[in-house]
């Protein structure tokens, strides 16, 4: 049954991503907001707003009975929940449908077996995937230092119900497995309720390169090939591109293959992201985890195989199956992304709420915006700081970041200070030009941005 209506659980650019393929579809669409985003631009260009509760998320995006109830009352015919929020929550996929509305992403199963990593961590050995060294769940510090020297250090405690970065402690030396395992620990307890933990084999010299996947739930299961994600501060991603770069050829089909063979084998229906750390010296890939979910990144992936990720779940959603083969999806051209944070570099990248006065996004041929700000947005304290997605594509690598340069530069904001200044000496660094970097590379180079501007500000030289 195609969707007729869609109510989005969610809000901010992704919020207004979905309105925009929905549209294009002839899908009517609804969004929920909180009393704070009554004003959205997501309020503006859906059909149809719903207030779902005050600004505190717990009391609204995240409250999936409200959501569920308003989509009822507004007679909407499947929910979209975007990313974070309830978007990987099996419990409210469950719901929604059993409410009778459609849940435009993966299967509740699908979602409960991605979800914990420990149970996707066995459901990858079963089927073959490579997965670095770990461990079982590690009930405490005591329990982990014997199981720490089998692995070998330098290794990570992990939140078993992880994400986002958050329940992640590297451990360099046996002396720091005690206050890593209860630092990990509490902050998993803090941020999913569940302070389950297990340890993985660290890996020095990696690069974050993920496999968009799109399956139809009917046994048809594509994949729309790499994603580079290794520039992250406190392992949150910043600058992602596509495809991934400097991989030779073997390892990238080595990837594409695990990705979809762990896809099929839970059944996989939707866009989904299959997560692997590859080890730059020996060319060698392990499994991470699998987003059941649309990501943040995945404009790069749409600019290069010209595939609107977001229509696709749409269709899915409504029943079609997959119409094109994997012969048909071809690779074009090279995309980065630069996540737009209304944060400040120079304070440790703390958030800056308050009111938009200029806007001024860049232009031209291969420049994409994906964003909810404008002038006179008063930029929420509530929510996460992303004000919007530059991304740019062109012949190849080397011209998409030049691009990317000259994109950046164009941008005036005014009133909130964003990360547009970082930004812009990470894509004009000799090292990320030359493809030197790997997942360890951007957290100094944030500290040394931190301490040079510090020093200039303060009148200082710099030798
Ligand atoms: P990606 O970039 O791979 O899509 P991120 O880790 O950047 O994923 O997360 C995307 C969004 O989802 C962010 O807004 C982040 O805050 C949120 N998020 C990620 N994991 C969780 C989680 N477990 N619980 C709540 N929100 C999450
Ligand atoms: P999350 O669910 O929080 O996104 P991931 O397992 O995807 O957790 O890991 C987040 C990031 O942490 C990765 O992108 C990578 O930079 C780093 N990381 C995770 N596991 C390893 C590992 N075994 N070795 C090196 N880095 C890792
Ligand atoms: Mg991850």
Redesign the pocket.
Known sequence: MALRRLFIANRGEIAVRVIRSARVLGIETVVGVSEVDMDSMAARLADKSVVIGPAPAAKSYLDGARVIAAALGTKCDGIHPGYGFLSENAEFATNVEEAGLIFVGPTPDNIRAMGN?LEARRIATEAGVPL?EGSPRMHSANDAREVAETIGYPL?F??AA???????RIVRRPEELMAAFANASSEAQAAFGDNALFM?????N?R?VEVQVLADGKGKVLHLGTRD??L?RR?Q?MVEEAPDFGLPQAVRDGLHEAAVTLAKRIGYRSAGTV?F?VDVDRRDF?F??M?TRVQVEHPVTEMITGIDIVATQLRIAGGEPLAISQSDIGFHGHAIECRINAEAPLRNFAPTPGRITRWTMPGGPGVRIDSHAEAGWMVSPWYDSLLAKLIVHAPDRVQAIALMSAALNEIRVEGVETTVSFLKTVVSHPDYLEGRIN?RWLEPAAERFVASSASLETGETTA
């Open positions: 990593k670095a990570l992990k939140a992880g994400g986002g970065g958050r329940g992640i993985e084999r660290y890996i020095e990696a974050h994600c290794s992250q392992y991603k997560e750390i392990f991470l985890e987003n997942t």
